[in-house]
């Protein structure tokens, strides 16, 4: 019976084998992830810029629309305030006929400015028709 | 709208005062439009009433009471009138097609632009007014003039 024998590698060398590495995919590289990112908030930033610019144009034209109306509602208005103020002096002048040295229409104020009155006017019943 | 809220304790009815206008204003006639109609034609109106406006508000600067500027109110009501009836006569159709949009959308002028478009061209034919809002900017598309929009209807948004 032969003694023992030592385990040692083939004679010459061992076959080569095929192998492959299973790893899973890492996804796009970094500097596409980033160029990816600025893209998008690129594109969404031209866009909303662009948006606020038509914005404010769409409201300059809003204030301008009022602007160009002003005169026209003004001048409706201003004649409605004359013809109420007016009937409040006749009506002032009618109840105080009696009273000398009395000034219908003085300003309660102390200047030569026109005062709008603040405090609308109760026409009492027996001047309403 | 009887009772305005706040003011419960004086019915509407008392704020009318049926005095009639005195003799200067008597012969005055009051515009009469509606909202819409005023929106839609003002950028006209600014155009066609440019010294009546001006020449009033330079007054108002003045004094402000209002019996200071009967004369030139009554011009500016006159020269509305005038560009009104004009227009009803000249741009009718385009006119109340935008004008009914402006209705059904809040008066919000970006979403008639479809309608707008015919309505100033009508104008700029018949009149010479183009619509020109000022201080905006010199360079690109004025905003009434985009075909393609971000504000509007859907139909016609980016």
């Known amino acids: 019976m032969p003694g023992p024998t030592q385990d040692v590698g083939v004679a010459g060398k061992y076959p080569s084998f095929?192998?492959?590495?299973?790893?899973?995919?890492?996804?796009?590289?970094?500097?596409?992830?980033?160029?990816?990112?600025?893209?998008?908030?690129?594109?969404?930033?031209?866009?909303?810029?662009?948006?606020?610019?038509?914005?404010?144009?769409?409201?300059?034209?809003?204030?301008?629309?009022?602007?160009?109306?002003?005169?026209?509602?003004?001048?409706?208005?201003?004649?409605?305030?004359?013809?109420?103020?007016?009937?409040?002096?006749?009506?002032?002048?009618?109840?105080?006929?009696?009273?000398?040295?009395?000034?219908?229409?003085?300003?309660?104020?102390?200047?030569?400015?026109?005062?709008?009155?603040?405090?609308?006017?109760y026409l009492p019943e027996e001047h309403k028709k | 709208m009887s009772n305005r809220p706040g003011y419960d304790h004086q019915p509407y009815e008392e704020w009318v005062d049926p005095t009639p206008p005195p003799a200067k204003v008597a012969d005055v006639p009051n515009v009469g439009a509606t909202s819409a109609i005023l929106a839609s034609t003002a950028f006209a109106l600014g155009a066609h009433c440019k010294e009546y406006n001006e020449d009033f508000m330079l007054c108002k600067?003045?004094?402000?009471?209002?019996?200071?500027?009967?004369?030139?109110?009554?011009?500016?009501?006159?020269?509305?009138?005038?560009?009104?009836?004009?227009?009803?006569?000249?741009?009718?159709?385009?006119?109340?097609?935008?004008?009914?949009?402006?209705?059904?959308?809040?008066?919000?002028?970006?979403?008639?632009?479809?309608?707008e478009q015919p309505l100033n061209e009508c104008i700029f034919k018949n009149f010479g007014y183009k619509k020109q809002v000022p201080g905006a900017p010199k360079t690109g598309t004025p905003v009434h003039e985009q075909t393609k929009r971000y504000f509007g209807n859907s139909r016609n948004t980016f």
Request: hydrophobic fraction near 30%; charge should be positive.
């Open chain 1, 18 to 121: 095929r192998y492959q590495r299973y790893i899973t995919s890492r996804g796009p590289s970094g500097t596409a992830l980033f160029l990816g990112l600025f893209g998008i908030m690129g594109f969404g930033m031209y866009h909303h810029m662009k948006s606020r610019k038509e914005w404010r144009e769409i409201q300059r034209e809003r204030i301008w629309t009022r602007l160009h109306l002003i005169p026209m509602l003004q001048a409706e208005q201003d004649r409605d305030t004359y013809r109420r103020e007016e009937a409040l002096r006749a009506r002032e002048a009618e109840i105080m006929k009696d009273v000398p040295d009395w000034e219908v229409g003085r300003t309660a104020y102390h200047t030569k400015r026109y005062v709008r009155p603040t405090v609308p006017l």
């Open chain 2, 61 to 115: 600067a003045e004094d402000e009471n209002p019996a200071h500027c009967l004369k030139e109110g009554a011009r500016v009501t006159r020269c509305s009138i005038d560009l009104l009836t004009k227009l009803r006569e000249r741009c009718h159709k385009q006119l109340t097609a935008h004008w009914n949009c402006l209705e059904l959308n809040n008066h919000e002028l970006y979403s008639c632009r479809p309608e």
